[in-house]
């Protein structure tokens, strides 16, 4: 009786997948947006593994996220062994994009993030405003840095 054995590689993704089962990611997309049950990758599943597609060091293109999976324990990553990684092909990818931009960009990434922030606590006393897409040229951006109480202003929560 020969017993067959296989492998899969693993890398990094484990950790990024447990981060995001520590922040209880899929479970959260899930409820922001719900899925169609006859469809077999809900909506968060696909974003964690667009998560560990973008995180994998190679940025494979949508069409391409099957053969990125094929060597990958996609049901211990994505805590799912139903999908497979010919399920996570493009059009189940656009589909959860689709339902992210009909709920709006915004508010999802502001639903996601508050809930991050509210189970590790924030632990920063300033938090970070983007202001270089308000200042239209650099020596502006130069007069505001000068002024240490203005940027100050700016960063604190």
């Given amino acids: 009786m020969a017993t067959l054995y296989s492998s899969k590689t693993l890398d990094h993704l484990g950790l990024l997948a447990g981060m995001c089962e520590e922040l209880h990611l899929i479970d959260e997309v899930n409820t922001l947006l719900p899925t169609d049950t006859q469809k077999r990758v809900p909506h968060g599943e696909a974003i964690v593994a667009m998560i560990l597609n973008g995180l994998g060091f190679v940025n494979k293109r949508l069409y391409l996220m ?89 960063t604190r929560t």
């Fill in 66 to 154: 099957p053969k990125f999976f094929e060597d990958k324990p996609v049901g211990l990553l994505l805590n799912n062994s139903q999908i497979e990684a010919q399920h996570l092909n493009d059009d189940a990818l656009g589909r959860t994009l689709d339902a992210i931009a009909n709920f709006g960009t915004t508010a999802f990434f502001h639903a996601i993030s508050r809930k991050a922030v509210a189970q590790w606590g924030n632990q920063s006393p300033i938090a970070h405003l983007d202001i270089t897409n308000r200042i239209g040229d650099p020596i502006s951006f130069t007069r505001l840095i000068r002024r240490p109480n203005r940027v100050a202003d700016c």
